[in-house]
C-alpha cells in the first residue's frame, strides 16, 4: 500500500482514537503526573490502545514512536527508515480543563521528514491531514471534505494574526512578537491549544505560528504535514526545514510555521535568526 492509499485509513483510525477518548472526557478522569511531570490519563492511554493496534494491522512492518510508548532505546531506533509518530492526545491539559481543543496526532515519518499527518479534533469529529506533494484537506464529521490552503497575507480588513499557545510562551518568543509587529503592523493574537495552531494556518484563518518554547516530536510532526499539504512550512530558527532525526532527546528545538511563499517570510528569519 503506498502512502497516498494509506492516509485514509489513518484518519479512520484517528476518528476510532477520538472515539476512545471521549467517555472520558468531562468526566472527572483521574490524572497521573509522569515522569516529567506532564499529565496522563486514561483517555490517553486508550487512545494510544486503539492506534498501537490499529497501525499494527494497517502496516505491520513500519515501528510506532507513541507518547505513550516512548522508552525505546536510540539504538534501535537508529535504525528505523520508517516510522509512526503518535501523540493518542494532544492537548492533555485542554483535555482535563474540559475544552475541545485536544487532538489525536498520527504522522508518517521517513528518514526524518513527514510523509503526512492526521489530526482528529474527538469532540466534533472535524479532522485535518495531508502532507507535502500530497494536498491538504478539512474533513468533517458529516462526510464533506474540503481541500485547504494557507493565505499569503490576511484580507485587508484583518490585522496580521499570529497564532500562540494559551499555556506556554517565553521571553524569547515575547521578544520575536514584539520584531514582527514592528515590522508587519499591529497583530492580533488567536490563542489556541494543541496541534491546531498549525492547522489554523493551514486553513487559511492565521498567518504565522513561532513556538519558542518546548515542544515534543509528538506534539508537532503531524500537524506539520497538514500544513506542508496547505502550501506552508515549518522552520528551524537558522531557517532549515524542521525534521524529526532520531536523537536521545524527543524534544524538539524552536520553530516557525509559516506560508512557504510569504513575502514576509525573509523579515520573520532576520528577526528569528538574531533570537
Known amino acids: 500500500m503506498n502512502d497516498v492509499d494509506l492516509m485514509p485509513h489513518v484518519v479512520a483510525l484517528a476518528r476510532r482514537a477520538g472515539a476512545a477518548i471521549l467517555p472520558f472526557w468531562r468526566a472527572d478522569v483521574e490524572v497521573v503526573a509522569k515522569a516529567d511531570a506532564s499529565p ?11 492506534i498501537a493496534d490499529g497501525l499494527k494491522a494497517l502496516a505491520p512492518e513500519i515501528p ?40 489525536v496526532n498520527i504522522a508518517l515519518i521517513e528518514q526524518g521528514r513527514v510523509v503526512f499527518g492526521v489530526v482528529a479534533m474527538p469532540v466534533n469529529g472535524r479532522c485535518y491531514y495531508g502532507g507535502q506533494d500530497i494536498g491538504a484537506w ?35 518568543q515575547e521578544r520575536l512578537l514584539a520584531g514582527l509587529g514592528e515590522a508587519l503592523g499591529e497583530l492580533e493574537l488567536a490563542n489556541i491549544g494543541s496541534s491546531l495552531k498549525f492547522c489554523l494556518l493551514a486553513e487559511g484563518a492565521a498567518d504565522c505560528y513561532p513556538r519558542l518554547a518546548p515542544t515534543s516530536q509528538w506534539d508537532t510532526a503531524a500537524a506539520q504535514g497538514v500544513l506542508e499539504g496547505a502550501g ?44
Open 138 to 172: 478539512r474533513a468533517e464529521a458529516d462526510g464533506g471534505v474540503e481541500p485547504i490552503r494557507v493565505r499569503l497575507a490576511p484580507p485587508a480588513d484583518e490585522s496580521f494574526t499570529v497564532v500562540a499557545s494559551r499555556r506556554h510562551s517565553s521571553p524569547q
Open 40 to 50: 496522563v490519563t486514561a483517555a490517553d492511554l486508550a487512545a494510544h490502545r486503539v
Open 64 to 103: 510506532v514512536l507513541s507518547e505513550e510508548d516512548c522508552d525505546i532505546p536510540l539504538e534501535q531506533r537508529q535504525a528505523w527508515q520508517r516510522w509512526w509518530l503518535v501523540d493518542p492526545l494532544d492537548g492533555t491539559k485542554e483535555f482535563i480543563a474540559g475544552t475541545d481543543e485536544f487532538t
Open 232 to 275: 506552508g512550512e515549518v522552520l528551524g530558527l537558522d531557517g532549515e526545514v524542521f525534521v524529526y532525526p532520531p536523537r536521545e532527546s524527543l524534544l524538539n528545538p524552536f520553530f516557525l510555521g509559516l506560508p512557504a511563499a510569504a513575502p514576509w517570510r525573509g523579515k520573520l528569519l532576520a528577526l528569528a535568526s538574531a533570537m
